[in-house]
């Protein structure tokens, strides 16, 4: 009684594609598309940028550590 069958789920296509037609769900799957796409664009700029940071993060604990070594030689 609880589980919807095919027909359950024909019938409520059937009214969602009435209710909005088709050419609103392509246009909503469209939007959806292209922000996906964005979001990935966002998190491979993200990576990018990350990666950069961690390079000037590396260097200067490098830098400081040597410094550190010199002081103590010194």
Known sequence: MGAMSIWHWIILLL?????FGRGK????????????KSFKKGMAEDDAAGDS????DHRSSVEASKSSEQSKIG
Do not use: H, N
């Open 15 to 19: 009214i969602v594609v009435l209710l």
């Open 53 to 56: 940071q961690r390079s000037i």
């Open 25 to 36: 769900i392509s246009e909503v799957m469209t939007d959806v598309a292209k922000g996906i």
